[in-house]
């Protein structure tokens, strides 16, 4: 199965991209829900049953154990790897059957980042050795008072004379709290200051402010750590806990002062990846009952899928799937070739989180007036999606947190050494207010010609010329290989974000000039440069999160673009479906564009130049046409086996 050809399909896929071991280990997860079946797998969710049947399942094949071993505690085992293709590929397929059980798969995942990225050998042969006897992780960050102010946490720990420490404190939101043999907890020592947050925002910590922070390991059945609850009303299990007086030994601790911290961020940049493919398998698992039902009723004498309305929804929701499954094939080969010279997968895993989450919720909301009141019928697996969709953009960081941190990377992005002569732009006499012919002329003339002379300038001024090579990069392979990701635990700082080079966006969209939305689109992504120099955001508005909001929701745009491009050509996609794609992000541009114009602490110039960016995309019937019946062609492809 192509992870990015037509919808994920558990009666017909193969796997085929993966080793003989990844295959029979998907293959038995997918037989296992359909033999339990979609009744009993509801009447679970309803009755909120603990997966303790699915977990003897995973202990049984060891499943957990062999997908999220790294190869360095394998002990030899040639099968266990931390492999982000397979990992993806698994966290799709579970959140095709459930996103509670995608959850326990999830949160183990979390758990695992401090301890793969320590140096505490004794904690990492410990957790390998209860990964192969069946057991489950957490990542215990999140309090209920501090939520993510990590600094502010009341996870006190106390020297208790020996060299270990006595940690008293509560944690909150935290999955798998309830059994996990190992829960990573961050706090901090009582002995030691803490970072005034509110400061910390303003001026960057030294590394002596962080002297008190550690990473430790608990077990969720020490007599000393007070289960409180599950907080949420369903199957999985989101704990509230407490530790008195929990002794922590020297060999439970992970991470002490900023290392503290810098696992914190990387275990996330790791874990907030898999958000995206569990909105996948949930949009495709929907999307099979929605077209299913619609195909077949027949209101006035119509089937409901000859209505126009529907058909527009059907094809939006068919073309946002195909694009989420391009995006996120393409970002894998990215987080698999990082290094520390190669760092651009941190925006395009964020942009997974965010984006790809958010367009799943938009699917959800677009199938459900196709579905309509069959959508709530407690035979679907309709209404569990609708639940974990809603969900996912809210975990692992907001979508505003995600688009803060995006939007460090768009300078790095959005221009090169070659865009040096837009700067003009910013020189020329009313160029906040000039008519958007003037400013679209002029804007491409500097970068025609600044495109031009670069390679010459380059070879006569040294510094620029090492600017230009920091820029490039290899080709970035597909990466299905099985091999291990080990880079993932050697991240090291979270920060210089902004340094960060990219290679020339424009390229690729380029090579897709010949479909009509694709070089409309690429007309948009230029305009809004041409907006970022004539009319960036001032001082005050760099402050304002809500404003740079809408400045970030166009910037990120582009590199999504850019990569399910970047997949089509791997994928060979349909150009029809690829025009209707953009069709859809001319849309959304016009759409984000406008947001910025009507923004009421945004500039003249900048409310003039946000209207360069609206376009009407190119209509064509016959391609409308075509991608929809490929979509209703799906109204037969699958049913789960009741």
């Not at 002297?211 to 020490?222: K, Q, T």
Request: net charge neutral; aromatic share 12%; hydrophobic share 45%.
């Amino acid at each position: 199965m192509r992870a990015t050809g037509p919808l994920f399909n558990p009666k017909t896929c193969e796997f085929a991209e993966f080793d003989a071991t990844t295959r029979r280990l998907l293959r038995a997860v997918v037989d296992w829900f359909e033999s339990r079946g979609k009744a009993v797998l509801k009447q679970e969710d309803r009755d909120r049953i603990w997966y303790s049947e699915f977990l003897d399942f995973v202990k049984r094949e060891r499943v957990f154990a062999t997908f999220l071993t790294p190869a360095a505690e394998a002990d030899g085992d040639p099968d266990k790897r931390w492999d982000t293709g397979r990992i993806a590929m698994m966290s799709q397929v579970l959140g095709f059957y459930s996103m509670q059980y995608w959850y326990v798969w999830q949160v183990t995942i979390l758990g695992l980042g401090p301890i793969w990225q320590s140096d505490n050998a004794a904690a990492k042969r410990r957790a390998a050795a209860l990964l192969d006897s069946g057991e489950i992780f957490a990542f215990g960050l999140s309090e209920k008072e501090h939520g993510a102010d990590v600094y502010s946490t009341d996870m006190v720990l106390e020297p208790s004379g020996d060299g270990g420490f006595l940690a008293t404190g509560g944690k909150h939101y935290i999955g798998n709290g309830n059994a996990a043999a190992m829960v990573s907890v961050f706090g901090r020592r009582a002995d030691k200051p803490i970072i005034d947050s509110s400061k910390a925002l303003r001026d960057k910590p030294t590394q002596d402010d962080y002297e008190g922070y550690l990473f430790f390991v608990a077990d969720s059945g020490h007599e000393n750590y007070r289960l409180r609850g599950n907080v949420v009303d369903g199957q999985m299990y989101v704990a509230a806990f407490d530790l008195d007086r929990y002794p922590v030994a020297e060999e439970d601790i992970l991470h002490r002062g900023e290392a503290a911290f810098h696992a914190a961020m990387n275990t996330v940049n790791v874990g907030k990846f898999n958000l995206g493919f569990g909105a996948i398998g949930a949009c495709e698992h929907a999307f099979y009952e929605a077209i299913r039902h619609a195909d077949n009723r027949v209101l006035f004498g119509h089937r409901v899928t000859e209505f126009p309305q529907v058909q527009a929804l059907v094809t939006d929701s068919y073309a946002r799937l195909i694009a989420m499954k391009l995006y996120s094939a393409r970002a894998i080969d990215y987080m698999r070739s990082a290094s520390p010279q190669d760092r651009r997968y941190l925006l395009f895993n964020a942009i997974e989180k965010m984006t790809v989450t958010r367009q799943g919720q938009r699917i959800i909301e677009d199938l459900a007036d196709v579905i309509a009141a069959r959508g709530f019928e407690k035979d679907m697996y309709f209404p569990m999606a609708m639940l974990g969709l809603f969900g996912l953009p809210r975990l692992e960081g907001t979508v505003h947190v995600n688009m803060a941190l995006s939007l460090k990377f768009m300078a790095g992005y959005m221009f090169h050494s070659s865009d040096a002569g837009l700067v003009a732009l910013r020189y020329l006499p009313g160029a906040g207010a000039a008519p958007k012919g003037a400013v679209r002329a002029a804007a491409g003339a500097l970068s025609w010609s600044s495109r031009r002379l670069t390679p010459r300038a380059a070879a006569a001024v040294p510094a620029l010329g090492a600017q230009l090579r920091a820029a490039e990069h290899a080709p970035v392979p597909t990466r299905r290989d099985a091999s291990d990701d080990e880079f993932l635990f050697r991240q090291g700082p979270s920060s210089g974000l902004g340094r960060i080079r990219f290679d020339d966006w424009r390229a690729v969209f380029e090579r897709f000039a010949h479909v009509p939305n694709v070089a409309l689109f690429l007309e948009q992504a230029r305009a809004f440069q041409s907006l970022l120099v004539a009319a960036g955001p001032t001082p005050q508005q760099q402050r304002d999160v809500d404003f740079l909001f809408a400045f970030g929701e166009l910037f990120t745009a582009v590199p999504y673009a850019q990569l399910v491009l970047e997949q089509a050509e791997i994928d060979n996609t349909d150009d029809a479906v690829l025009d209707q794609i953009f069709d859809l992000f001319v849309r959304q541009f016009s759409t984000h564009a406008l947001t910025l114009h009507t923004k009421p602490t945004a500039t003249a110039a900048q409310q003039t130049r946000a209207m360069d960016l609206v376009r009407r995309p190119v209509a064509d019937r016959t391609r409308f046409e075509r991608v929809f019946e490929q979509a209703r062609a799906l109204s037969s492809a699958y049913e789960m086996n009741p």
